[in-house]
């Protein structure tokens, strides 16, 4: 079994900048996709960016913009996430997650394991 566990939330002000990390534990797959989902209060939880190991190749949310991007360092098995010109509406929980399975990489009912969530608040 998988454990991630995502740091790096915070309160900030619109404009600011946060780094999420997503530390795993040590475990090898001949093929994934990690990827980084978020959900607001009321609101379903949406994908907002994914990497894939081994190609290392990158997807992002529309909503993105070149703000977000997601990274690995497979020597400490951690993924992160610089988010950069934080608006109010990137507020919500921030969650990492890996599949190792087939299915839509943008969906999150196709990931396998879960962290727990990180806070990313955003006031104006």
């Known amino acids: 079994q998988v454990q991630l566990v995502e740091s790096g939330g915070g309160l900030v002000q619109a404009g600011d900048s946060l780094r999420l990390s997503c530390a795993a534990s040590e475990r090898t797959f001949r093929s994934y996709f990690w990827g980084w989902f978020r959900q607001a209060p009321g609101k379903e939880r949406e994908f907002v960016a994914s990497?894939?190991?081994?190609?290392?190749?990158?997807w992002n949310a529309d909503f993105v913009k070149g703000r977000f991007t997601i990274s690995r360092d497979n020597a400490k098995n951690t993924l992160y996430l610089q988010m950069n010109s934080l608006k109010p509406e990137d507020t919500g929980v921030y969650y990492c997650a890996l599949k190792i399975s087939g299915g839509d990489y943008t969906d999150y009912r196709r990931y396998n394991y879960w962290g727990r969530g990180t806070q990313v608040t955003v006031s104006s």
């Open positions: 990497i894939n190991w081994p190609s290392g190749n990158t």
